[in-house]
């Protein structure tokens, strides 16, 4: 690929961006979450079509209409958010892709064919399940059988292990070398510099839209390509030791969901006041519905969730709504930004504001006054330095990721709570967003808040984190203090119940 | 009481036709993740084309239904244009079309003259000795060319979806048109035919009610067919072959309404009037009260798709 | 497919922005900057004065040129009676229009206006023929006795949907002629006007009967114009509405914070059905003076109308409800003068919502030729 370029609306998403890549190789592309790696392999899977630049396969230039296009000249990507149908099983949705001349034949050819590719690889996927059932990795692997019946050479990957835990994303690796050397062209989309460094042959890293350079991963210094992907050096914020007090909220046998699948089972833990208490696991094992609970915006079908009072005795907290929540000192910061925390189509002032309203900060009942509405919001985006506010009566909707989680951030935590319950806090945020949030969290727990951290990251739960709860399958199957030892901590993860 | 029975079992599947065709029909178009609330207009659409058709061609059924089925499909082109061409919002395009085929229709009608004109419409189709059988006979073997093909046009549609490849694309249209896209299938191009079939067998459902059943057009008399229809869909869980048994119970319920006046008993006539409405409430309740009716819904019902849209 | 290069490394010419035409590969962008008001506005108004035009074209299909449509036009708001017969019209459609506008903006379809119309009228007649009350607090018994009736009404749906879930549009519209047959049978049976037998209730009595203040200024519109600005400041200024436009934006999140949801969209859509429900008390009561058989007929489609053209913002709405009143002045005098049948207004109505709607797509869209 060559001299790429694209924009959406005024936003350059890529910017002369440059690609080289051979058979057989698994090739790693890295940069930091909105460097354009998926805008750049949109583009070679024909999803979408560039302003400017060329691509060019085996010698011959190549421009796609559109994805069937991309299919056909044997591109074929497997999406960060896969485009599967929940309601088909695995063949139905390989057959999609690879459309045959009858519809009954064609399933029965078609499985064949995902038996075929399926055993070369050793893999191993139920075919008969409605895709929705089946867990993250398996459908990954639907997404990668797919592909790969449709006759890709091309195989492009975005972000795959994100959603995997480490030795589910080693053994899924593995078996992209294993691809590549049978003459696939693997590209690899990422932003974990030890994924890179182990799985890839070589590297382009990108920052900004623009491909800066490309290296051979094995040899690269991980300061190097740190400092290419980021333009600059980012001190992480470090946790100093810290001694915490009470305890402070204790959740006891937590469960919610249908008896025959329960999403929490029996989920306990007690948060100190001065405490980070992080909550690692891979997504989908009942981190939202725990986020929820604690909200106030789910009711759990059994346990309880109280509060220590300063003069002692407990609080029973569980009947109560997001209201009372609040009022009893809780902040929740969900992982659907543009879903749950903020409204796009209504102002940044406004965003802000309505944590405060119904205390009468901005009128009364019969008066809101947008004035002072203004002067609040502009003083809480130059503390919390969000970016990109030409008014504060824009629309949020146009707030970056990272600038929406500051804002989010800052009106959580300007109502002083005493507990807060971040869930996946730096998920699609640059590094520099990311240390600002980190730096925020640390600095809320030295002020004595209890912290609640629930992330799929496991390097941002183990660089917070004073005590660490591992989830599975809706249940908290151990703790750990800090330090924790990972590798304990990732066979807690994948452990069976 | 015997009698009582032959003569309401005998009326009901020519009352359950148009239910049953304007389901489906809607089902056609829903299960490729488009809501058709527009079903109420296009079935009056689809009634007055039956009778200007069966006029202008001096009498012929076949022109008259399919002039019933060309009207629907033009004026749902509008619909389609609006709701995959410029993304308007499925509910508010689905009620300007129902209003603007009121109007349309209604101002057509009494222009041409063609409101309140009978016609000899489309006879019945006894089938030779059969209908002389006792009890099933009347029951069912005298009634209308449609209402015999009823039965197979369900099934038939029911295949195509599960079956055929075209049915399977249109399937994975409706429960993630972004996978589907990825997959290299047109999204819009798609919709825009299933929108299309889809409101030709609801025309045809409104050409049936002027052209067989009252065989003459008035201004609304459909009274609100299509709305109940789109209720069915939901009831009948998107399943084409469940709607017709759905059909069969509402058509069941509007046969009754005559027959207990025949039978002399003394209701209010317009409480009976109300009874399919009613009907089509306490089925909505009983299915809420009962399973978990929305997740039978296909995926991306009601939500328009664009690919390029900034991530 | 267009082919796009011919050699290795050829960069493709730049893109032209904004052409509209579609070429074979057209792209659509949406526009994230938000669209200055003015220009939205422009948008919108262009696009419904294509829908009158495209009206006037039927109308012309239909037997009426363009011209006597215009001077028909004119004599309308010249003409005095025509103007006070504008104003009488646009007391209902107000109401409606608020009420459809305050219901959209708690995202619940109140499709049932007409229904709560009929239910209102019914309970002020019931009212009127049982002589409840003095005869000065009768008329407002009557409205209070409609309010509550329409009230009543939309409760139905409400509770449906708070309950089990089930979709009000539906449920609005099937009540709607449930509505419908109960009139008809009180207006057929028991109500019928013992002096003529027509199909409508007896006339009510002076008492009964909206005022008209200095020979041309109906009390009903004055009613209309306090609950405009009752909606204005209920939806743009007090804390209530502040919160409903979070729960209109992102419910998920207005509960999240705290706002009590489910009782901020319950009285709002009560509210809703007690304006539909006065609009049925306004109509018998300021305009026939009696009870009759299709006075609802098109008003619950015109508060869509309006409610969506005015963006379901009240002083708009009042604006729109005054146009589409004119409209149906004008289709009346067309209905006596052209025989053009009432459902035409209908028709204008419904081609105006869809050129409006379509338009959206531009204040939305971008269009970007790509070669």
Same mark, same amino acid.
């Given at each position: 690929m060559?001299g790429v370029r694209k924009s959406f609306g005024a936003f350059r998403a890529l910017?002369?961006?440059?690609?080289?890549?051979?058979?057989?190789?698994?090739?790693?592309?890295?940069?930091?979450?909105? %460097?354009g790696?998926s805008t750049l392999m949109n583009v070679a899977a024909g999803l979408y079509s560039a302003d400017a630049g060329s691509l060019?396969?085996?010698?011959?230039p190549c421009a796609f209409s559109g994805p069937r296009d991309a299919i056909a000249h044997?591109v074929?990507m497997?999406?960060?958010?896969?485009k599967?149908?929940?309601?088909?099983?695995?063949?139905?949705?390989?057959?999609?892709?690879?459309?045959?001349?009858?519809?009954?034949?064609?399933?029965?050819?078609?499985?064949?064919?995902?038996?075929?590719?399926?055993?070369?690889?050793?893999?191993?996927?139920?075919?008969?399940?409605?895709?929705?059932?089946?867990?993250?990795?398996?459908?990954?692997?639907?997404?990668?059988?797919?592909?790969?019946?449709?006759?890709?050479?091309?195989?492009?990957?975005?972000?795959?292990?994100?959603?995997?835990?480490?030795?589910?994303?080693?053994?899924?690796?593995?078996?992209?070398?294993?691809?590549?050397?049978?003459?696939?062209?693997?590209?690899?989309?990422?932003?974990?510099?030890?994924?890179?460094?182990?799985?890839?042959?070589?590297?382009?890293?990108?920052?900004?839209?623009?491909?800066?350079?490309?290296?051979?991963?094995?040899?690269?210094?991980?300061?190097?390509?740190?400092?290419?992907?980021?333009?600059?050096?980012?001190?992480?914020?470090?946790?100093?030791?810290?001694?915490?007090?009470?305890?402070?909220?204790?959740?006891?046998?937590?469960?919610?969901?249908?008896?025959?699948?329960?999403?929490?089972?029996?989920?306990?833990?007690?948060?100190?006041?001065?405490?980070?208490?992080?909550?690692?696991?891979? #997504?989908?094992?009942?981190?939202?519905?725990?986020?929820?609970?604690?909200?106030?915006?789910?009711?759990?079908?059994?346990?309880?969730?109280?509060?220590?009072?300063?003069?002692?005795?407990?609080?029973?907290?569980?009947?109560?709504?997001?209201?009372?929540?609040?009022?009893?000192?809780?902040?929740?910061?969900?992982?659907?930004?543009?879903?749950?925390?903020?409204?796009?189509?209504?102002?940044?002032?406004?965003?802000?504001?309505?944590?405060?309203?119904?205390?009468?900060?901005?009128?009364?009942?019969?008066?809101?006054?947008?004035?002072?509405?203004?002067?609040?919001?502009?003083?809480?985006?130059?503390?919390?330095?969000?970016?990109?506010?030409?008014?504060?009566?824009?629309?949020?909707?146009?707030?970056?990721?990272?600038?929406?989680?500051?804002?989010?951030?800052?009106?959580?935590?300007?109502?002083?709570?005493?507990?807060?319950?971040?869930?996946?806090?730096?998920?699609?945020?640059?590094?520099?967003?990311?240390? %600002?949030?980190?730096?925020?969290?640390?600095?809320?727990?030295?002020?004595?808040?209890?912290?609640?951290?629930?992330?799929?990251?496991?390097?941002?739960?183990?660089?917070?984190?004073?005590?660490?709860?591992?989830?599975?399958?809706?249940?908290?199957?151990?703790?750990?203090?800090?330090?924790?030892?990972?590798?304990?901590? #990732?066979?807690?993860?994948?452990?069976?119940? | 009481?015997?009698?009582?029975?032959?003569?309401?079992?005998?009326?009901?599947?020519?009352?359950?036709?148009?239910?049953?065709?304007?389901?489906?029909?809607?089902?056609?178009?829903?299960?490729a993740g488009v809501?058709?609330?527009?079903?109420?207009?296009?079935?009056?659409?689809?009634?007055?084309?039956?009778?200007?058709?069966?006029?202008?061609?001096?009498?012929?059924?076949?022109?008259?239904?399919?002039?019933?089925?060309?009207?629907?499909?033009?004026?749902s082109l509008l619909f389609a244009a609006l709701v995959v061409g410029l993304r308007v919002n499925q509910?508010?395009a689905?009620?300007?079309?129902?209003?603007?085929?009121?109007?349309?229709?209604?101002?057509?009608?009494?222009?041409?003259?063609?409101?309140?004109?009978?016609?000899?419409?489309?006879?019945?189709?006894?089938?030779?000795?059969?209908?002389?059988?006792?009890?099933?006979?009347?029951?069912?073997?005298?009634?209308?060319?449609?209402?015999?093909?009823?039965?197979?046009?369900?099934?038939?549609?029911?295949?195509?979806?599960?079956?055929?490849?075209?049915?399977?694309r249109?399937?994975?249209v409706?429960?993630?048109p972004a996978a589907a896209d990825a997959a290299g299938i047109s999204v819009p191009g798609t919709r825009i035919l299933a929108i299309v079939?889809?409101?030709?067998?609801?025309?045809?459902?409104?050409?049936?009610?002027?052209?067989?059943?009252?065989?003459?057009?008035?201004?609304?008399?459909?009274?609100?067919?299509?709305?109940?229809?789109?209720?069915?869909?939901?009831?009948?869980?998107?399943?084409?072959?469940?709607?017709?048994?759905?059909?069969?119970?509402?058509?069941?319920?509007?046969?009754?309404?005559?027959?207990?006046?025949?039978?002399?008993?003394?209701?209010?006539? =317009?409480?009976?009037?109300?009874?399919? =409405?009613?009907?089509?409430?306490?089925?909505?309740?009983?299915?809420?009260?009962?399973?978990?009716?929305?997740?039978?819904?296909?995926?991306a019902?009601?939500q328009p798709y664009v690919r390029e849209e900034r991530p | 497919m267009s082919d796009q290069t011919t050699?290795?490394?050829v960069p493709a010419p730049p893109s032209q922005p904004k052409v509209a035409a579609k070429r074979r590969r057209q792209l659509v962008l949406e526009l994230r900057l938000d669209m200055?008001?003015?220009a939205r506005?422009?948008i919108?108004?262009s696009a419904?004065?294509l829908?009158?035009?495209?009206?006037?074209?039927?109308?012309?299909?239909?037997?009426?040129?363009?011209?006597?449509?215009?001077?028909?036009?004119?004599?309308?708001?010249?003409?005095?009676?025509?103007?006070?017969?504008?104003?009488?019209?646009?007391?209902?459609?107000?109401?409606?229009?608020?009420?459809?506008?305050?219901?959209?903006?708690?995202?619940?379809?109140?499709?049932?206006?007409?229904?709560?119309?009929?239910?209102?009228?019914?309970?002020?007649?019931?009212?009127?023929?049982?002589?409840?009350?003095?005869?000065?607090?009768?008329?407002?018994?009557?409205?209070?006795?409609?309010?509550?009736?329409?009230?009543?009404?939309?409760?139905?749906?409400?509770?449906?949907?708070?309950?089990?879930?089930?979709?009000?549009?539906?449920?609005?519209?099937?009540?709607?002629?449930?509505?419908?047959?109960?009139?008809?049978?009180?207006?057929?049976?028991?109500?019928?006007?013992?002096?003529?037998?027509?199909?409508?209730?007896?006339?009510?009595?002076?008492?009964?009967?909206?005022?008209?203040?200095?020979?041309?200024?109906?009390?009903?519109?004055?009613?209309?114009?306090? +609950?405009?600005?009752?909606?204005?400041?209920?939806?743009?200024?007090?804390?209530?509405?502040?919160?409903?436009?979070?729960?209109?934006?992102?419910?998920?999140?207005?509960?999240?914070?705290?706002?009590?949801?489910?009782?901020?969209?319950?009285?709002?859509?009560?509210?809703?059905?007690?304006?539909?429900?006065?609009?049925?008390?306004?109509?018998?009561?300021?305009?026939?003076?009696?009870?009759?058989?299709?006075?609802?007929?098109?008003?619950?489609?015109?508060?869509?109308?309006?409610?969506?053209?005015?963006?379901?913002?009240?002083?708009?709405?009042?604006?729109?409800?005054? +146009?589409?009143?004119?409209?149906?002045?004008?289709?009346?005098?067309?209905?006596?003068?052209?025989?053009?049948?009432?459902?035409?207004?209908? +028709?204008?109505?419904?081609?105006?919502?869809m050129c409006v709607a379509g338009a959206d797509f531009f204040v939305r869209h971008r269009i970007i030729l790509q070669r």
């Amino acid at each position: 690929m060559s001299g790429v370029r694209k924009s959406f609306g005024a936003f350059r998403a890529l910017d002369d961006a440059s690609l080289n890549i051979g058979w057989g190789e698994v090739h790693a592309i890295l940069g930091e979450n909105g %460097a354009g790696k998926s805008t750049l392999m949109n583009v070679a899977a024909g999803l979408y079509s560039a302003d400017a630049g060329s691509l060019v396969i085996d010698g011959q230039p190549c421009a796609f209409s559109g994805p069937r296009d991309a299919i056909a000249h044997g591109v074929g990507m497997i999406h960060q958010h896969f485009k599967l149908v929940n309601r088909f099983n695995a063949v139905e949705n390989v057959m999609l892709a690879s459309p045959r001349g009858s519809y009954r034949q064609g399933l029965a050819e078609v499985s064949r064919d995902i038996k075929r590719h399926a055993d070369a690889i050793g893999f191993s996927v139920d075919l008969q399940q409605p895709v929705g059932m089946l867990s993250i990795a398996e459908q990954q692997r639907v997404e990668i059988l797919k592909a790969l019946v449709a006759g890709a050479r091309i195989l492009i990957l975005d972000e795959p292990t994100a959603v995997l835990a480490d030795d589910e994303a080693a053994k899924l690796l593995q078996t992209v070398q294993g691809l590549s050397r049978s003459g696939v062209a693997a590209v690899l989309i990422t932003h974990k510099l030890r994924d890179v460094q182990k799985f890839a042959d070589r590297v382009t890293v990108m920052r900004a839209g623009r491909t800066i350079a490309t290296l051979d991963a094995r040899t690269a210094p991980s300061d190097e390509l740190t400092m290419l992907a980021v333009g600059s050096k980012i001190v992480p914020p470090i946790r100093r030791a810290h001694s915490s007090g009470i305890e402070r909220l204790i959740v006891r046998g937590l469960s919610y969901g249908p008896s025959e699948r329960p999403r929490l089972r029996q989920v306990s833990f007690s948060v100190r006041e001065g405490e980070i208490y992080g909550i690692a696991g891979v #997504g989908g094992n009942g981190q939202t519905e725990l986020t929820d609970i604690l909200a106030g915006v789910r009711k759990p079908t059994a346990g309880t969730i109280e509060l220590a009072q300063p003069l002692g005795g407990h609080f029973d907290l569980t009947s109560g709504g997001p209201g009372d929540r609040r009022d009893s000192g809780f902040a929740t910061v969900p992982a659907d930004r543009q879903g749950q925390a903020i409204a796009s189509s209504i102002s940044v002032a406004e965003n802000y504001a309505i944590a405060h309203v119904h205390e009468g900060k901005f009128g009364p009942w019969y008066f809101v006054s947008r004035a002072s509405m203004r002067e609040t919001a502009v003083s809480a985006i130059r503390e919390a330095d969000v970016q990109g506010v030409r008014s504060v009566f824009q629309r949020a909707g146009l707030l970056s990721g990272g600038n929406a989680q500051k804002l989010v951030m800052e009106r959580e935590f300007s109502r002083e709570p005493s507990i807060i319950v971040v869930h996946s806090p730096s998920r699609g945020l640059d590094v520099r967003a990311c240390a %600002a949030i980190h730096r925020r969290l640390l600095a809320a727990r030295d002020d004595g808040v209890a912290v609640v951290l629930i992330s799929e990251d496991l390097d941002e739960v183990l660089g917070l984190s004073d005590r660490i709860g591992v989830m599975t399958a809706g249940r908290i199957v151990a703790e750990f203090d800090a330090p924790a030892d990972r590798q304990a901590i #990732g066979r807690a993860m994948v452990g069976h119940v | 009481m015997q009698d009582f029975v032959i003569t309401w079992l005998s009326s009901v599947p020519s009352l359950a036709l148009p239910y049953a065709l304007a389901s489906v029909g809607l089902i056609v178009s829903e299960r490729a993740g488009v809501l058709s609330l527009g079903a109420e207009g296009l079935m009056l659409v689809g009634a007055l084309a039956g009778v200007g058709g069966y006029i202008l061609s001096d009498g012929s059924d076949l022109a008259a239904l399919s002039a019933s089925m060309i009207a629907a499909g033009i004026v749902s082109l509008l619909f389609a244009a609006l709701v995959v061409g410029l993304r308007v919002n499925q509910v508010i395009a689905g009620l300007a079309i129902v209003f603007f085929c009121q109007g349309l229709t209604n101002l057509i009608g009494t222009l041409t003259g063609w409101q309140n004109r009978a016609i000899a419409g489309m006879p019945d189709l006894p089938l030779g000795s059969l209908e002389n059988l006792p009890i099933i006979g009347p029951v069912l073997f005298r009634h209308d060319l449609l209402v015999y093909l009823l039965v197979p046009v369900c099934w038939a549609v029911n295949r195509v979806l599960n079956s055929t490849n075209l049915g399977f694309r249109l399937r994975a249209v409706g429960e993630n048109p972004a996978a589907a896209d990825a997959a290299g299938i047109s999204v819009p191009g798609t919709r825009i035919l299933a929108i299309v079939a889809g409101a030709m067998l609801i025309g045809l459902a409104g050409g049936y009610l002027s052209v067989v059943s009252a065989k003459l057009w008035i201004a609304g008399m459909t009274s609100g067919r299509g709305w109940i229809a789109v209720a069915l869909v939901i009831f009948a869980r998107w399943k084409p072959m469940q709607a017709l048994m759905g059909a069969f119970l509402f058509g069941g319920i509007e046969a009754l309404i005559p027959q207990l006046n025949a039978a002399g008993v003394k209701l209010p006539q =317009y409480y009976l009037v109300m009874t399919p =409405y009613l009907a089509t409430l306490a089925v909505m309740i009983w299915q809420a009260l009962g399973s978990r009716p929305a997740s039978e819904a296909p995926a991306a019902l009601g939500q328009p798709y664009v690919r390029e849209e900034r991530p | 497919m267009s082919d796009q290069t011919t050699g290795a490394v050829v960069p493709a010419p730049p893109s032209q922005p904004k052409v509209a035409a579609k070429r074979r590969r057209q792209l659509v962008l949406e526009l994230r900057l938000d669209m200055p008001l003015w220009a939205r506005g422009l948008i919108s108004v262009s696009a419904a004065l294509l829908g009158l035009i495209i009206s006037a074209a039927i109308l012309a299909l239909a037997g009426v040129e363009p011209s006597s449509l215009l001077t028909e036009f004119a004599s309308a708001v010249a003409d005095p009676q025509s103007l006070r017969a504008i104003l009488n019209q646009s007391a209902p459609l107000i109401l409606v229009g608020i009420a459809a506008s305050i219901a959209f903006r708690a995202r619940f379809w109140n499709l049932g206006l007409e229904g709560q119309m009929i239910m209102g009228g019914i309970a002020a007649t019931a009212v009127s023929l049982g002589g409840i009350g003095s005869d000065d607090a009768r008329i407002f018994l009557m409205g209070l006795a409609s309010a509550l009736a329409g009230i009543a009404w939309v409760a139905i749906p409400l509770a449906l949907k708070f309950f089990l879930k089930i979709n009000e549009i539906i449920a609005t519209l099937l009540l709607n002629y449930v509505a419908q047959y109960a009139l008809y049978d009180l207006l057929f049976g028991a109500w019928k006007d013992p002096v003529d037998s027509f199909p409508h209730s007896a006339s009510y009595s002076a008492a009964e009967r909206l005022p008209v203040l200095a020979g041309w200024l109906q009390v009903g519109m004055i009613v209309a114009v306090l +609950l405009v600005l009752l909606a204005f400041w209920a939806l743009q200024i007090s804390r209530a509405g502040f919160y409903l436009r979070f729960i209109h934006a992102n419910a998920a999140m207005a509960d999240r914070m705290g706002v009590k949801t489910g009782r901020i969209v319950a009285a709002v859509v009560v509210a809703s059905g007690a304006i539909a429900g006065l609009a049925g008390f306004v109509i018998p009561s300021g305009m026939e003076g009696r009870l009759t058989q299709g006075f609802f007929e098109g008003y619950g489609f015109s508060g869509v109308l309006i409610a969506f053209l005015a963006q379901s913002n009240p002083l708009a709405a009042g604006v729109v409800a005054v +146009l589409v009143a004119t409209l149906f002045v004008v289709g009346q005098s067309l209905q006596i003068f052209y025989q053009i049948p009432f459902a035409m207004v209908q +028709l204008i109505q419904a081609i105006i919502v869809m050129c409006v709607a379509g338009a959206d797509f531009f204040v939305r869209h971008r269009i970007i030729l790509q070669r």
